[in-house]
């Protein structure tokens, strides 16, 4: 009897059927065929087909399992990283969702057992980070695409920025709320004298306001008075020496100050160790590993400086342009003798020549060649200085 016509009646009872999930054991993962109950499947069994599959299953079986565990495990770890990304989750929900799939691979075909032993083969490798709960097994995606990893670095980079802004920040509103208390404690507190009045029948008045105006001996009065305080504090205060000091001395302003601590920066002409050390024309070496062998611990030239921490690079030995991060590169030390460019500290952006190299406390000793302090010998961490192209 031929095989029913796909818009038949039978035909389309037999799809209907089919669809959704059935017993996993009536299931021949070698064929990649569901049978609906047991007499399809011993029908299966005996079939032509699937004695061919026996036998090609039979010469390798090994290479039939790797098969089925690659697939089974490709396809597991690529729903948890696009349905879960690196939340925790419960195994078991996981492989809820997986086997949803009607066309999914059978745990029976791989070489795991149970959903257990597949945790923690995960966990083993790499794949995921996974914990045991009295719930049961819980797994955690680890994300490696090199992408985010940089994304990772940038937004951490970005975020000690600010803090080390806002630090700055504080720390010079500290400085300056100290100076103000610093300035009133200084002052003098004032002093409060008696009000006598010389005569009894003269009226005391005060001119508070600068337009107004008093008439008769009211505004005499009020000059009297004014001058007998004058003289009065002046007799009770026994500070001879501080008094001019304190005429003779202004208060100075905020801006003031600021403009003071500014020029005693630049007297010092010492700038502080900065996080960015990157500078054109200096001779770097390749630290990173993800390029390959081809450029890991080679040399280069930086040829171009962009946002403080990104660099241009041109390889000495292939001639490569390549774009890498600061954390990817070092310093290069050259042999006595040879010129090089302090990069970060006290000599910043000053060129100097390498004396000699002391490697018990992890410096070398530089003759500066510019600047105002030529002629000077200095002794800088390796980290600070690099070789000059």
Known sequence: MGKADFLSPKAISNRIKSKGLQKLRWYCQMCQKQCRDENGFKCHCMSESHQRQLLLASECPRRFLDFFSNEFKSGFVELLRRRFGTKRVHNNIVYNEYISDREHIHMNATRWETLTDFTKWLGRQGLCKVDETPKGWYIQYIDRDPETIRRQEELARRKKHELDDEERSAKFIEEQVRRGRGDKDEEEDPVYTELKRENEEEKVAFNLGAGASLA?????????????????????????????????KKRKSALEQIIEMEERKKQQQQPVKTDHWLQPNIVVKVVT?????????????????????????????????????????????????????????????????????????????????????????????????????
């Not at 009065?221 to 001058?227: I, W």
């Not at 890991?296 to 030995?317: N, Q």
């Not at 992890?362 to 510019?370: E, H, K, N, V």
């Not at 302090?373 to 192209?389: P, R």
């Open 216 to 248: 008769g001996p009211s505004t005499s009065s009020s000059l009297l008075a004014s001058s007998a305080l004058a003289k009065a504090s002046s007799a009770k205060r026994k500070e001879p020496s501080s008094a001019p000091d304190s005429r003779d």
């Open 289 to 389: 590993k993800r390029l390959g062998e081809k450029y890991h611990k080679k040399k280069a030239v930086v040829m171009e400086v962009r946002e403080k921490f990104t660099a241009v690079v041109k390889m000495i030995d292939s001639g490569d342009k390549l774009k890498l991060d600061q954390n990817h590169v070092e310093t290069v030390i050259p042999a006595p003798g040879k010129r090089v460019l302090i990069v970060n500290g006290s000599y910043r952006d000053t060129e100097a020549v390498l004396e000699g190299i002391d490697e018990k406390n992890f410096c070398a000793s530089l003759t500066l060649d510019s600047g105002p302090q030529k002629g000077k010998q200095v002794d800088v961490a390796y980290e600070n200085f690099s070789k000059l192209a």
